[in-house]
């Protein structure tokens, strides 16, 4: 079992969170309904699974392979390690749709491992703003939740 630090977002449900790589200062941003500690425990089993420092020959093939998660990816391709301890929650949303949204935006906003965008496609015309200083983009987030993705 990892554990968080103390002040531990182990147990916060329906929230934003991001899994930082130890190695580069990439971090993979995904969302979930469940509290983080489980969701990063179903993370961590795919890249457990894949253990060991790659040869060459091994890298090249691993690869090849797409994996269930972007992080074992990263793992595989970068042959970089995890910083599971320091999972946090950067953001919080009860809502499924507008949690979504947030989550797209933290994609955008982070130098990420991630393979996708994210369920929620945020229009392009965001990103000079996504890209100013925080006071700008968090009155963005604010106002998130009132704009529900198209079903």
């Given at each position: 079992m990892f554990r968080l630090h103390v002040g531990s977002d182990e147990e916060t449900p329906e929230a934003v969170y991001k899994i930082p790589c130890k190695n580069c200062e990439r971090a993979y941003v995904g969302e979930t309904g469940k509290p983080l500690g489980a969701?990063?425990?179903?993370?961590?089993?795919?890249?457990?699974?894949i253990t060991g420092i790659f040869t060459r020959a091994e890298?090249?093939?691993?690869?090849?392979?797409?994996?269930?998660?972007?992080?074992?990816?990263?793992?595989?391709?970068?042959?970089?390690?995890i910083d599971w301890e320091n999972a946090k929650v950067i953001d919080r949303e009860s809502d499924k749709a507008?949690?979504?949204?947030?989550?797209?935006?933290?994609?955008?906003?982070?130098?990420?491992?991630?393979?996708d965008e994210g369920s929620y496609q945020l229009s392009h015309v965001w990103d000079r703003l996504l890209h100013t200083d925080d006071r700008h983009w968090k009155s963005v987030l604010m106002k998130a939740s009132d704009v529900k993705p198209k079903r």
């Open positions: 969701t990063v425990k179903e993370c961590r089993v795919e890249v457990d699974s890298k090249t093939r691993a690869a090849s392979i797409c994996n269930k998660s972007a992080i074992t990816d990263h793992v595989c391709n970068e042959n970089h390690v507008s949690r979504l949204i947030r989550e797209a935006i933290w994609i955008r906003k982070t130098d990420n491992m991630n393979r």
